[in-house]
């Protein structure tokens, strides 16, 4: 039970994890329909960033955490400037091979500036208090909490403020609102920022609980992270959320009960088979087609 | 090019490309170029030329076995951006788990050499009946398992078919991963050299005609219908199923073969060769040459290989070009070099008299 217990937070850890940067994946995707395959690597370079900072500024947690989530957030619009907004037009694929590219890009300009990896060095304090069992450490509990908090603010920004109302209003349909006055460019850059600048704070917390960071990092939790965003209905928030914890925890469950090696194997599994009864995902509405 | 400063604007109003495009030079050589498409008995005598060199190069050191290594790679990768052209392009779906049937081949041709056949056969003559039927066992491997994504296709589409095929290349890495008994994590170690030139060209040549027939055959227009739109055509009475089935089975085949022809190259496979990285590889060939287009692949497959040998002096910057130039192509090129075109070769001659009027088959698609 305690082992159960012990395992469920780690779950919740890296759960947190994948739903910071799911939420990435599925906020572009809600408002451009385009799977941003540079993400994963966004997340890296968050990561990066937030090394360098420590090492040439010696600053603590939070204010490497806030560097790294400005520098990602403008790396991602930048990217959408220069390398998406041209190809709004152009068949959907394009698009996608665009951020492939990219996404390449960034890992191999990373590797010639890092070609080894680089090993974190600790932001917090960590203390480690044992409750009825439990080893609880503070960094632990700060990484849930603050991605959490994180989660909470966009979902309060997606649904309460007036750019949250342009997000979804741009998401609906990209002909009529612009005729409402609503600056879709804008709106668009506004969600790439906050997207990545969201993969960019999961970068710099994983790099914190995994303290070992490479420029190749960002593939395989990319695409995981992708996969949450999918498992939950791609394109809806609170989906993306759910997705991430779901996928984390089964990843953690896996690791603690059977041999380690078939993490990837069971949760894969899962997915098709959460696929083949729920072709949209949790929380995802199949669109309506028209002939 | 567009944004260039305009300070030698007023000399000429026509940006650099269009003016170099416009030199008499150039423009008898694409008149001539073109003239050249237009002849048909030129395949066959390629084919011919194509078919002696490969064994003629092997035999004279007419190139160094670097070289050699680079021009059979190359017809691998011909291979598998031509099966995977066959999903992504012409039926429009979104695989991203190419390198998982590429695996199933190769381990398969890979176990069939190494531990399951005798020795002896693959010894003297017996060797060039034993070779195909190991790539074709391969092939067949990797169609069975194609038969098995395929199935989740009739529900799904679009990004979430992405997902059912990503999942199944990162689930057959980690089956293969977990399985002692062919390796597991550190994989199959000395296969026997079997791949030669004169194979690879066969397997590659018969991989272009057998698809280049599927996609003019009657299923092969089930397949493009299925890409303008899916429900339209099942109305038309077009058996979806069956079709997508049928790709799915052909692509992954294709696939399988090229994964045992690799295993026998490469001489060493293990799970981590065959992982989304190399998944990507294939998906730049498909889009880097223009989906919907059998030279679109031969050529994207051509020149992405050559180029990263080429850059290789680069060292690790070359991995940092190849992407930009990939971004760069997509954002000025976005259906990639031949997207949707097709040379003349690859055209059966019925369709050529039909396509006097209309280019059928190759109709707008996004």
Known sequence: ?291 | MTTQPSNDSSKSKLSWSARFAQSPLLLRIAQAWEALLARRWLLPVLLVIGLALSFLIPQFRLVNEYVQLIMMYVGINIIMTISLNLINGYMGEFSVGHAGFMAVGAYIGALLTTQVLPYAWLEGPLVMIVFPLIVLAGGAGAALVGLLVAVPSFRTRGDYLAIVTLAFNMIVKSVIENIEAIGGPRGIPGIDKLTTMPWVFFWTVLAVWVIRNFIYSNFGRGVLSLREDEIASDLMSVNTRQVKLLAFVLSSFFAGIGGALFAHLLQFISPRVFDIIKSTDFLIMVYLGGIGSIGGSVLGATIYTVLLEVLRPLQVWRFVLMPLLLVFLMLYRPRGIMGLREFRWFVPNSELLVGKKKEVGNAAAD
């Open chain 1, 1 to 291: 039970m305690i082992y159960i217990l012990q395992q469920s937070l780690n779950a919740l850890q890296l759960g947190s994890i994948y739903a910071l940067i799911a939420l990435g994946y599925t906020m572009v995707y809600g408002i451009l329909t385009m799977i941003n395959f540079a993400h994963g690597d966004l997340f890296m370079v968050g990561a990066f960033f937030g090394f360098m900072a420590a090492l040439a500024f010696k600053l603590p947690f939070i204010p490497t955490l806030l560097i790294s989530m400005i520098g990602v957030g403008l790396l991602g619009v930048a990217i959408e400037r220069v390398a998406y907004k041209p190809l709004r037009q152009a068949p959907r694929v394009s698009a996608i091979i665009t951020a492939l590219g990219v996404g390449i890009f960034l890992e191999n300009l990373t590797l010639v500036f890092y070609p080894y990896p680089q090993s974190v060095p600790q932001l917090l304090q960590n203390i480690t208090w044992t409750i009825g069992g439990v080893t609880v450490s503070s960094l632990q509990i700060i990484i849930i909490l603050m991605s959490l908090g994180l989660m909470v603010l966009l979902d309060f920004i997606v649904r309460r403020t007036m750019v949250g109302m342009a997000m979804r209003a741009v998401s609906w349909d990209k002909t009529i609102v612009p005729l409402m006055g609503v600056p879709v460019n804008l709106v668009i850059s506004i969600t790439f920022a906050i997207g990545t600048s969201l993969g960019g704070a999961a970068g710099v917390m994983y790099s914190q609980a995994f303290p070992v960071i490479d420029p190749y990092m960002g593939i395989m939790i990319g695409w995981k992270a992708f996969i949450s965003a999918v498992v939950g209905g791609i394109g809806n928030i609170r989906g993306a959320m759910i997705g991430g914890f779901i996928l984390g925890g089964v990843e953690i469950m896996v690791a603690a009960f059977l041999p380690s090696t078939y993490r990837d194997f069971v949760a894969f599994t899962l997915l098709l088979v959460l696929l083949i009864f729920r072709p949209y995902g949790i929380l995802g509405q199949p669109r309506p087609q028209k002939v």
